[in-house]
Each structure stands twice: as C-alpha cells, then as structure tokens.
C-alpha cells in the first residue's frame, strides 16, 4: 500500500487498486494531532499535578513521545482513512445543477 514511509504507492501489487483515485490529503494527521495532543496534555499535566518534575524533565519525556506517537501511527491512519474510503465509495462532493 506505501511505496515510502508514508506515501501511497501507485497502485497495489497484488490487485492493481488504483490508489490515485483516493484522496486522504491531511485528515489522518489532523486527527492524530488532536488525538494524541489531547493524550499527551492530560499526561504532562498528569504528571505535572502528582510529582511536579522539572520542566526539562516534561520537555524530555513528552517530546519523543509526541514526535514517536505520531510517525509510527501516521501509517495506520492514513491506511484507515484510505480504507474507509474505498469501502464507502467516498467521492468528492459534487452540485447539482
């Protein structure tokens, strides 16, 4: 389904599923943003409220797993959106007229 860490390929080797018809554009990212954002907040207040760490010390922890949280899901949202598209028959909206 990629031909690179997180760009479709063309087509897909085994059923030549055209993927160029599908357009996720930046909705997989959006929702990990505000997904992951929102878990990584509660965390760090978290654990600002219990044991109240150094600042270096949140900046330390929260930004690799932000940074971790979000490329290695990267890949399975866009396959899901991807997915969700081919298995609804999503188009782009068009007028009537």
């Given amino acids: ?33 505000l997904i ?6 509660i965390g760090a207040v978290a654990l600002e409220l219990t044991i109240e760490p150094p600042l270096w010390v949140q900046l330390l922890l929260w930004t690799p797993v932000t940074l971790g949280g979000v490329v290695f ?3 399975l949202a866009k396959g899901w959106l991807i997915a969700l598209e081919y298995r609804n028959a999503a188009h782009e909206g068009r007028l009537k007229q």
């Fill in 1 to 33: 389904m990629f031909a690179g860490w997180v760009k479709f390929a063309d087509r897909c080797r085994i059923c030549w599923l055209d993927y160029a018809a599908f357009n996720v554009g930046d909705g997989p990212a959006a929702f990990l943003t």
């Fill in 36 to 41: 992951l954002g929102t878990l990584v907040v």
């Fill in 73 to 75: 899901s990267l890949r």
